[in-house]
């Protein structure tokens, strides 16, 4: 079963006003995404099986928001057995207003 937050990483389609389709947003996060990439950024690296339990998060959805955050480049895989750490771009996606993992 999917989460009903759980939906595509990506850009809007608005167009930033010059007619290229081009969007400037940010990319679309879930609150399971801010979740996560706000736990990320408190911890450093973690496995997804420790994500999911630190967060509360179901484990095959940790896994599967941490592939579509990593092909948005907003994680990334640290070493060869999946542990994943928060990117710039990840930190830089963080609202100041998100709220923390641990809530």
Same mark, same amino acid.
């Given at each position: 079963?999917? *989460?009903? $937050?759980?939906?595509?990483?990506? +850009?809007? #389609?608005?167009? /930033? #006003? /010059?007619? !290229? #389709? &081009?969007?400037? $947003?940010?990319p679309s996060l879930t609150r399971s995404d801010e979740r996560l990439l706000a736990y990320l950024d408190d911890v450093g690296t973690d496995y997804p099986a420790f994500v999911a339990s630190n967060t509360g998060l =179901?484990? /095959?959805?940790? &896994?599967? !928001? @941490?592939? *579509? @955050?990593? *092909?948005? #480049? @907003?994680? %990334? +895989?640290?070493?060869? %057995?999946?542990? =994943? !750490? @928060?990117? /710039?771009a990840g930190r830089a996606a963080l609202r100041d207003d998100c709220p923390r993992w641990s809530d």
């Open positions: 079963m999917t *989460a009903p $937050d759980a939906q595509p990483v990506g +850009r809007s #389609g608005e167009s /930033d #006003g /010059d007619g !290229r #389709g &081009e969007s400037l $947003d940010a =179901y484990a /095959d959805h940790v &896994e599967s !928001r @941490l592939e *579509a @955050l990593a *092909a948005a #480049g @907003l994680v %990334e +895989r640290v070493t060869g %057995e999946t542990v =994943y !750490r @928060l990117t /710039d």
